[in-house]
């Protein structure tokens, strides 16, 4: 381990821009092939002669990987090293992407698919952990700024990509491009990532709470999953009841760990639980909102598919705009108060859209989504900051991991909840889920600014000029 690094706020200049560079290229693929390859699907499906059900298991089998090994992973960070992990997460990431250009069937994307979703788990667990070694304290929230514009603009443009690549290309180069960009985010990483300044020498990795992790994780987004996809309860019933009992005997485990994977110590912590709970129902609210708003937009309004792309491109463009910028205000604003305002921009922008967007011109439909962007980014931000710097610096992979299985979570639920309003309101399901994710939006700015009363970490307390 280099002792520099142990000793030093945050990482020198020029070094503190080629490290960060080299997380935002990892996190930045590892989050298209999230989405990328959704609009290959009917092509890979009739190239390799798969039926199109089959064929959402290349996108399905990726999400579950992460979800699965994801805290595992944050657990064997703070273990092992953050660095060791990301950069591993990277070489299992690229070698997996030649494995999928080189795959002959449904059964060998799939699997390696999996494997792909290993690698982005190893690269998501650890990413907000290395930012918070990479950056001085003081200017933490400027590394989450620029985190948070990565993880929406490569959730958003996906598709976009895809489409752009499929023109001129075959599937096979949706996963091809990922081969060069790896390496140059791997060579990167090896050279300017901070080592890993916690070592906890007694502490060993508890295997049977990874297997009883990956157990509950993976049944609960299989069941969501299932009832998305409208599959037979006596089905799900099963797997259900297996989730339930396993996820108790689980919780139980974690409670009486001194290290738990599951970091139900850092949840007695109020201003992290709250900042977990804020997390949890902001996604919910994004996804709900990304999900419906294309139906919406083409369905309730009549507009064309390129027309309703063009619509949706103001949402992370804006939040290129406030993602950096509440980086920088947070130096300044308790993290609390900027949530609060973020999440209040986006339940204006949804109740607008539900509200008028039926009798707006577009240009005014444009401003609606903006202003959901705009919001979005002004509040993760500082709920990621706060989330990251309650923990005690042993504990960062663990907080990276809980930051990672609450984005999870909430938007694996939130695209569910959609496909429920589409059933239980027929005629009006776009309108619905509109509503409720502002619903959620509004709940969780009441969650952040409830954080108002707590005291932040130690490390968003050091305002300039000596203020706290």
């Known amino acids: ?243 339930i009992v396993v996820g108790y005997f689980f919780v139980r485990r974690q409670l009486t760990r001194p290290y738990p994977l599951l970091p139900v110590d850092l949840l007695r912590v109020p201003i992290f639980s709250l900042s977990v709970c804020t997390s949890v129902c902001s996604f919910l609210a994004q996804m709900l909102a990304l999900v419906s708003l294309p139906f919406f937009l083409q369905h309730t309004l009549g507009m064309s598919e390129v027309e309703a792309g063009v619509l949706l491109t103001p949402w992370p463009l804006a939040t290129m705009v406030s993602a950096p910028l509440a980086g920088k205000l947070i130096e300044r604003v308790h993290a609390g108060v900027l949530g609060c305002v973020g999440l209040v921009l986006l339940s204006g922008g949804l109740f607008l859209l539900a509200i008028l967007a039926d009798a707006s011109p577009v240009w005014e439909i444009a401003l609606f989504i903006g202003l959901c962007g705009f919001g979005f980014g002004l509040f993760q931000t500082p709920n990621n900051s706060i989330l990251i710097s309650s923990a005690p610096p042993a504990r960062s992979g663990g907080a990276s991991g809980m930051l990672g299985m609450a984005r999870l979570t909430g938007q694996t639920t939130g695209a569910s909840l959609v496909a429920l309003m589409f059933v239980l309101f027929v005629e009006d399901g776009t309108y619905a889920s509109l509503y409720l994710a502002g619903g959620f939006a509004l709940l969780a700015a009441i969650v952040s600014i409830s954080r108002i009363t707590l005291p932040e970490p130690e490390v968003l307390r050091v305002r300039p000029h000596g203020k706290k």
């Not at 990167?188 to 992790?213: C, G, H, I, Q, T």
């Not at 599959?231 to 989730?243: C, E, Q, S, T």
């Open 1 to 243: 381990m280099d002792l520099r690094d142990v000793k030093m706020d945050g990482l020198p200049v020029p070094r503190r821009y080629w490290a960060i560079l080299a997380i935002a290229i990892g996190i930045t693929v590892s989050v298209l092939d999230g989405t990328i390859a959704n609009v290959a699907l009917p092509t890979i499906a009739e190239d390799l002669d798969a039926s199109p059900a089959m064929s959402i298991w290349i996108v399905n089998a990726y999400q579950l990987a992460i979800v699965v090994s994801m805290l595992s992973l944050s657990s064997l960070g703070d273990i092992w090293g953050y660095k060791k992990v990301y950069v591993c997460g990277l070489l299992i990431f690229i070698v997996t992407s030649v494995a999928c250009v080189l795959s002959g069937s449904l059964v060998s994307l799939t699997v390696a698919r999996v494997f792909q979703g290993f690698g982005a788990a190893a690269l998501a667990s650890v990413n907000t952990t290395l930012i918070r070694l990479i950056y001085p304290k003081r200017q933490l929230g400027r590394g989450m700024g620029i985190n948070a514009v990565v993880v929406a603009v490569s959730a958003a443009g996906g598709p976009t990509l895809a489409a752009a690549i499929l023109s001129v290309a075959s599937w096979q180069w949706l996963f091809a491009v990922n081969v060069p960009i790896g390496v140059a985010a791997l060579v990167l990483a090896v050279r300017y990532l901070p080592a890993n300044p916690v070592k906890v020498r007694e502490r060993r990795f508890d295997w049977a709470s990874a297997v009883m992790n990956a157990l509950t994780f993976g049944l609960f987004i299989f069941s969501i999953e299932g009832f998305t996809h409208d599959l037979d309860w006596r089905l799900l019933l099963p797997g259900v009841l297996i989730m």
